[in-house]
């Protein structure tokens, strides 16, 4: 067990690594088209006059280190609020909680019923507990790329409601009334804080925060721009659902050319596991191996890890942004 330890330590110290360079990109990267909206908007100044500076942000500007990467689990573990509601969830936090730790129970109790090695048990309950994880992030997913498809009809609406003589208030609603959800839920919403008295642009800033798309941040940077410098909003719109609709043509083609890579990559991540369950059944003392000897534990543990990494590598080539 002691062999095991170093490539343990090893691997937390790579971890640990990766996470503090990540969290450093992040942090110089922060300042991005939420950043030059606010000040477009005024708002931001607006803030720093008024209000000064906030103990939160104090504390996020001047602790470093430890203190701001806790800062920032915390604040991950705040957004799960925000996570319910892109994804449009039917169920509570606690019953998704109740369920996730069902869903554990159940899988412990496949692993022993399917006779598996008592080490693999934590691994069924872990695969079983994430799947209404993995089923909400589905959901969500889904609701993103379907709005993402409604955006251009969205725009032209818009754009049409503007030369007829309405205002952006009034576009607004118009896709409230003629589209289906998920944008018409969205617009709704801004729409309605609006009607409240929130400013438009921060009505629009808030339902970027809950669906972040590309198209949408296009859309709300030429509103904030239209209201400080004006301009003709409408064609502003017309050129971004044209520019909207073509990059879903190059997506197409770029989905049917990395069509084989992602099968590949679905192959090659499931045989090992396959291959793996086929042989215990077969002859599980040849696996049992594995889990007794030090050197099949050391065997077991890289080959996690380089599964894990090869999944990562692949869905890196596969995944084209546009």
């Not at 006059?49 to 500007?61: A, L, P, Q, R, V």
């Not at 959901?139 to 498809?149: E, S, T």
């Not at 409604?150 to 609603?173: F, T």
């Not at 642009?201 to 721009?225: C, G, Q, Y």
């Amino acid at each position: 067990m002691s062999g095991l330890l170093i490539p343990v330590a090893i691997f937390i110290g790579v971890t640990v690594l990766v996470a503090a360079v990540i969290f450093l990109l992040s942090d110089f990267g922060s300042s991005s088209t939420e950043d030059r909206l606010e000040i477009l908007t005024g708002k931001q100044a607006k803030k720093s006059e008024e209000t000064g500076i906030m103990k939160e942000d104090f504390m996020n500007s001047t602790s470093g280190g430890f203190s701001a990467l806790t800062g920032k689990l915390f604040k991950s573990f705040q957004n799960m609020g925000m996570f319910f509601e892109q994804s449009d969830s039917p169920l509570r936090p606690d019953q998704f909680f109740m369920m996730s730790s069902g869903c554990v129970v159940v899988g412990v109790v496949l692993g022993w019923a399917s006779k598996a090695p008592i080490p693999l048990y934590p691994v069924f309950g872990i695969a079983i507990g994430l799947v209404p994880y993995f089923w909400l992030r589905f959901r969500r997913n889904r609701r993103f790329k379907k709005f993402a498809k409604q955006m251009p009809d969205a725009m032209e609406l818009i754009a049409r409601a503007l030369r007829s003589g309405h205002s952006l208030s009034s576009g607004i609603n118009v896709v409230v009334e003629e589209m289906p959800t998920p944008i018409a839920t969205e617009f709704m919403m801004a729409y309605e804080e609006q009607n409240l008295g929130v400013p438009i642009e921060r009505a629009l800033k808030n339902m970027m925060k809950r669906m972040p798309n590309m198209d949408l941040k296009f859309f709300v940077t030429a509103v904030a721009i239209q209201k400080q410098a004006g301009g003709d909003l409408a064609e502003v719109l017309d050129k971004i659902g044209y520019i909207v609709r073509e990059r879903f043509k190059i997506m197409g083609h770029v989905q049917a050319l990395t069509g084989e890579g992602r099968i590949s990559g679905l192959a090659l991540q499931g045989l090992p596991i396959a291959l793996f369950l086929v042989v215990y059944y077969m002859n599980p003392d040849y696996v049992m191996m594995l889990f007794e000897e030090e050197l099949g534990k050391q065997m077991l543990f890289y080959a996690i890890i380089l599964q894990i990494l090869g999944a990562f590598v692949i869905k890196k080539i596969v995944d084209i942004k546009i």
